[in-house]
């Protein structure tokens, strides 16, 4: 019998093998675990294929194939996070500091990878299926007021129009994977000001990440995290922030930030040492989490007793 893709990943195994510690066979990685049982939150180790799923999340019986979307995102977009995204961490750490380190080349397949990732977690997908269901009702509403004469046999159908979940969801990923709509959407990034932030104390503190690890924050409210669809990628005060290893971290911002000087470090590798940023980063991708957030079994009885955390 062949794979039954149940585990369907929303954060790709790839990306996660980054952050994991490799022993044997398998890819563990350091997780913590946030429940609203009276348990609290939870440390443990596991291995990558055992976190950062859900079960049949991307299923669909409006496609042939029910496994259509997991098949999608694995061919389309989890494969960047292997090879060619092993080629661009090779580059960055193999640079001298202050060093161009991204190609256009570079920009376009991380921009693949970031936007796939923001787009395929529940925190925008749930979102996006609440508001298709004042859709729908705005959509029967206009019907009815554009045809005041219906007759009620009618009219009492087109007030039943509804649609499932699934079918919600599949209309909904159709929408945000659409190649020419998604392509735009990439280009609005790539067109920005990215900043390759290397990690000079990695081993003291390094970036972690989590399974919704695309931060968006705003560049005016003192950097507060904020959601892709309320702040916007076009806008000019929005930051994108995405942690490649425990090492790199992306910083992606609009040209005119900084009254325009950023510029200047358009595509540079920037060596962070301080200490405040970079907890301050992982505190904010920890925050952000649906459930897990991925750290070095080191930095758990830190997390546990720091406040700051």
């Not at 180790?45 to 049949?56: F, P, Q, W």
């Not at 092993?86 to 693949?112: C, G, Q, Y």
């Not at 979940?165 to 190649?179: P, Q, V, W, Y």
């Not at 925050?287 to 758990?300: A, D, G, N, W, Y």
Request: glycine share 4%; proline share 4%; hydrophobic share 40%.
């Amino acid at each position: 019998m062949g794979k039954a893709f149940t585990k369907q990943h929303i954060v790709p195994q790839a990306y996660l093998k980054r952050f994991a510690v490799k022993r044997g066979k398998k890819y563990i990685i350091g997780t913590r675990m946030a429940s609203k049982k009276k348990d609290g939150i939870k440390f443990f180790t596991r291995s990558v294929s055992d976190v950062a799923y859900l079960e049949n999340y991307y299923d669909t019986y409006q496609q042939q194939d029910s496994k259509h979307w997991e098949h999608f995102l694995d061919k389309k977009f989890d494969i960047l996070c292997g090879q060619p995204l092993d080629n661009i961490i090779a580059k960055i750490t193999l640079s001298r500091k202050n060093a161009d380190v991204l190609s256009k080349e570079d920009k376009e397949i991380l921009s693949k990878i970031i936007l796939s990732q923001a787009f395929r977690v529940p925190a925008f997908l749930d979102e996006q299926l609440e508001k298709s269901e004042h859709f729908i009702k705005e959509y029967r509403n206009q019907i009815i007021e554009a045809f005041p004469n219906i007759l009620p046999d009618y009219k009492k159908k087109i007030q039943n129009i509804s649609f499932d979940s699934e079918t919600r969801k599949n209309m909904i990923l159709k929408g945000i994977f659409d190649e020419s709509k998604f392509d735009r959407y990439c280009a609005i990034l790539h067109h920005k000001t990215w900043i390759v932030y290397y990690n000079s104390i990695r081993n003291v503190m390094p970036f972690i990440t989590s399974d919704n690890p695309v931060l968006f924050a705003d560049l005016q409210d003192q950097g507060r995290q904020g959601k892709m669809t309320s702040l916007g990628i076009a806008n000019g005060k929005t930051v994108v922030l995405y942690p490649l290893t425990p090492a790199i971290l992306i910083g992606i911002y609009a040209p005119n930030a900084f009254f325009g000087f950023i510029q200047n470090f358009d595509c540079r590798k920037i060596a962070v040492d301080e200490m405040k940023f970079i907890t301050n980063i992982n505190i904010e991708i920890m925050v952000q989490s649906k459930i897990h957030s991925f750290l070095p079994e080191p930095l758990f009885s830190e997390v546990t007793e720091s406040k700051c955390w």
